[in-house]
């Protein structure tokens, strides 16, 4: 917002231009949106600032304890406390998270702009491959690709990865078409700029703010598609605390524990609604 001329004030300024006043407003959603992700992310880094027992080891007689003083969320079937196996978790969450947003960035982006931006032949036979790809349902091609691989943290991150690279490229591929018929490229290539020069300085800083904003996106849905793989027995095997294996392992407690569910499933709703509330905010200000 640039600031007002010395001696003058709003009411002195056009009707047009008074609109670009109005005081920002606050929003709670999205500040709530913030915090739950800076709380899952110290959790991640720093497990131990937040909960003193462990996530792994139980404590002999607290099994199934509901949740109390001692133990905010319970303890579950082996008297691990709960609350602690979702803080540990978070880093096994979200560091798969982070490698399979990672992943679909870098080699979808990488696919979008080579389509995108030479054109014909080789725009077309990416962008038949993508349609392939998106054509496959992506839990199905995340089971192919874990059961080619093995399972652990690292390789369901990898197939979910795999998932999105698909979407990255479509996603890509649009915004450099848009941004390569632009008249400031026009321009760049009529001052006599090479291929590889506005490719690298035009074509792909203007193209990347949607890709960006959509990485937030995908970041929630990456902690989804990773705690499903775990939950069917696909991902980091036990006792690692991971959100998806804590509700697996839970689910045959539902009916006299409920918390052993109840409680990751809410972290795993919560970070997701946030990530997707601030990758909304985002794409509004690439707007």
Do not use: C
């Not at 959790?43 to 099994?63: L, M, N, R, V």
């Not at 969320?73 to 978790?89: C, E, K, S």
């Amino acid at each position: 917002m640039s600031s007002l001329p010395l001696g003058k004030s709003i009411l002195s300024l056009p009707a047009t231009q008074r609109r670009r006043w109005k005081p920002a407003r606050l929003q709670p959603g999205l500040i709530i949106a913030w915090l739950v992700i800076a709380t899952v992310i110290l959790w991640a880094i720093a497990p131990g600032w937040f909960t003193g027992y462990s996530g792994t080891e139980g404590i002999a007689g607290a099994q199934r304890l509901a949740p109390q003083a001692g133990h905010w969320l319970g303890t579950d079937q082996l008297g691990r406390d709960v609350y602690a196996r979702i803080v540990y978790g978070a880093s096994h969450s979200l560091s798969g998270a982070l490698v399979a947003v990672a992943l679909g960035l870098v080699f979808g982006t990488a696919l979008g702009l080579a389509a995108g931006a030479s054109g014909g032949i080789v725009d077309a036979v990416v962008m038949r491959i993508n349609d392939v790809l998106l054509s496959i349902p992506g839990l199905l091609l995340s089971l192919s690709v874990i059961i080619l691989l093995g399972f652990g943290t690292v390789h369901a991150a990898i197939a979910v990865g795999v998932t999105s690279v698909a979407n990255f490229a479509r996603l890509a591929r649009a915004e450099v078409v848009l941004v390569r018929h632009s008249d400031y490229v026009e321009a760049a290539y009529g001052s006599g700029g090479t291929f590889f020069s506005i490719l690298w300085r035009h074509i792909l800083p203007n193209s990347l703010t949607s890709v960006i904003a959509f990485s937030a996106l995908q970041f929630g849905s990456a902690i989804l598609a990773i705690s499903t793989l775990s939950f069917l027995g696909y991902g980091t095997p036990p006792p690692t605390p991971e959100w998806g294996l804590l509700i697996a392992e839970g689910r045959n407690y539902i009916s006299t524990a409920w918390w052993l569910t109840t409680f990751p499933g809410v972290v795993v709703v919560l970070v997701v609604l946030s990530a997707n509330r601030i990758s909304q905010s985002l794409r509004r200000r690439t707007r």
